[in-house]
């Protein structure tokens, strides 16, 4: 009986792990490893890009981390913005002309033309229990 018991415990545990969301955010053209890469993830378009308030997953890893891991996200829409702080103040950082000097990226890699993407353009579709996608990052 208890090893019965404990059989299906194990199984339980097994496919409630199996059945974790993951995404994994692949960066590419990051110009160093110094500081940190700093991830908002935006369910609607309220507060994309820059609103950190208004963000459902607020992530800071080192730098030299190219990869970033999501565990537990539900599926549906969402649109990422990442920031290359280079020197870890936790704000995009502008140089007198009012470009940035810090590297940034969004899902979709969509072009910069007069500011960032709205977050229809960026958005992608999380529908996958185990998703990649990739973002590369732009330094003006």
Not at 56 to 77: C, M, N, W, Y
Not at 106 to 126: M, V
């Amino acid at each position: 009986m208890r090893l019965t018991l404990l059989l299906i415990c194990i199984t339980l545990f097994a496919n409630l792990a199996h059945g974790q969301n993951q995404l994994n955010i692949d960066i590419s053209g990051l110009r160093n490893q110094t500081g940190t890469l700093n991830v908002l993830i935006y369910d609607n378009g309220n507060g994309f890009p820059d609103d950190i308030q208004l963000a459902v997953k607020k992530i800071i890893v080192d730098a030299s981390s190219p990869t970033i891991r999501i565990d537990d996200l539900s599926f549906g829409q969402y649109a990422i913005a990442i920031l290359h702080d280079e020197n870890k103040d936790l704000a995009m950082n502008f140089n007198w002309l009012g470009l940035p000097k810090e590297g940034f990226g969004f899902s979709n890699n969509k072009p910069i033309l007069a500011g960032p993407p709205n977050f229809d353009a960026a958005a992608i579709t999380f529908k996958q229990h185990q998703q990649n996608v990739n973002i590369k990052l732009k330094y003006l």
